[in-house]
């Protein structure tokens, strides 16, 4: 099912037409990765971006406002939990817990570490299915990561952070 947030679905659009790119060339480097953190590196520059789950969510974002002609009414970060702040801090909707049912085109953030450390990962909610969350993501699991499907059962998961809904544009 489509979400009734046109940010949201075209979120959505914008990261399935991402599926299998990814990291080339070594662990988070290629002309994806540097795309998604909007840099193009000079050749022979050090190729090493870092972590990129929250650059491809923002990314994803900013292709999406950019096809629907509207400003993103929120900053990008590569950082997967400031993401889900500055989007909740835009939404006026507070940041959603496990027993929220989460819509396609939301975002699902996961810490690592300890919930209160600031390291985690974010992804895109494609549908709820027989209790599992269905989600797109970048950068998970070894080299050569790709953007992905992966489905979650939250209700099992001791990593789960909030769900996050994109503001309505």
């Not at 590196?41 to 491809?56: D, E, H, S, V, Y």
């Not at 939990?81 to 939404?91: G, I, Q, T, W």
């Not at 269905?134 to 699991?141: K, L, Y």
Request: net charge positive; hydrophobic share 40%; aromatic share 6%.
């Amino acid at each position: 099912p489509s979400s009734p947030n046109r940010l949201a679905a075209e979120v959505l659009k914008v990261a399935i037409s991402e599926l299998g790119n990814g990291e080339i060339g070594g662990n988070n480097e290629g002309r994806h990765v540097e795309s998604y953190h909007r840099k193009i590196l000079a050749p022979g520059a050090p190729r090493k971006l870092g972590p990129w789950c929250a650059a491809f969510v923002s990314w994803c974002c900013e292709e999406a406002a950019t096809r629907l002609g509207v400003e993103l009414p929120f900053r990008r970060s590569g950082s997967a939990k400031r993401l889900a702040k500055n989007v909740a801090k835009a939404s006026g909707v507070s940041i959603m817990k496990k027993d929220t049912t989460p819509l396609p085109g939301d975002l699902i953030v996961f810490h690592r570490g300890s919930p209160l450390s600031w390291k985690g990962h974010i992804g895109i909610v494609e549908c709820v299915q027989g209790g599992m969350v269905h989600t797109i993501e970048g950068n998970v699991g070894a080299y050569p990561a790709k953007v992905r499907r992966h489905a979650h059962d939250i209700a099992a998961s001791d990593r789960f952070w909030c769900f996050v809904r994109l503001p309505v544009v």
